[in-house]
């Protein structure tokens, strides 16, 4: 049977809520919805959807490094955006980082995130070959 990992970035949040930042199980790799809000709490890229994106890809890759992954493991990523219209900033940072590695790739807009100035929430799966 694997062994589950759980990745914490310290946020006081995980344990108000009950979530890890990532999860790894086996070779398998879940990175909870993440967004540009530093560790004091402040937003990173206050309106603007391409830095909040960068940003959040930068913390992802941290959280991937601790559970022994990059982003080139990435396979899936999933982009839960504000405004939709937005999508080539949006997707113009993911191809920063993805360009080379293309993983499976969702973009949907939704109402609202848990803060009005985050236009960005980003969860991605990876997998250790």
Same mark, same amino acid.
């Given at each position: 049977m694997a062994e589950? &990992?759980?990745?914490? !970035?310290?946020?006081?949040? +995980?344990?108000?809520?009950? %979530? !890890? ?5 086996? #070779? ?14 402040? @937003?990173?890229?206050?309106? #603007?959807? %391409?830095?909040?994106?960068? %940003? &959040? ?28 219209s937005k999508w +080539? +900033? &949006? ?14 790739? !969702? ?6 995130? &848990? !803060?009005?100035?985050?236009?960005? +929430?980003?969860?991605?799966?990876? @997998?250790?070959?």
């Open positions: 589950r &990992i759980n990745i914490s !970035s310290g946020a006081k949040w +995980e344990d108000i809520v009950g %979530y !890890s930042r990532a999860v790894r199980v086996g #070779n398998i790799i879940e990175v909870a919805g993440t967004t540009a809000v530093d560790e004091s709490g402040e @937003i990173i890229g206050m309106n #603007n959807p %391409y830095e909040q994106t960068k %940003y &959040i890809f930068k913390k992802i890759e941290k959280a991937l490094a601790k559970a022994g992954a990059s982003l080139t493991d990435v396979t899936r990523t999933r982009m839960f955006v504000t405004d939709i +080539e +900033e &949006i997707g113009r940072a993911h191809g920063e980082f993805f360009r080379e590695s293309k993983p499976a790739a !969702s973009m949907i807009e939704v109402k609202g995130l &848990i !803060s009005p100035g985050l236009l960005v +929430e980003i969860e991605v799966t990876a @997998i250790i070959l």
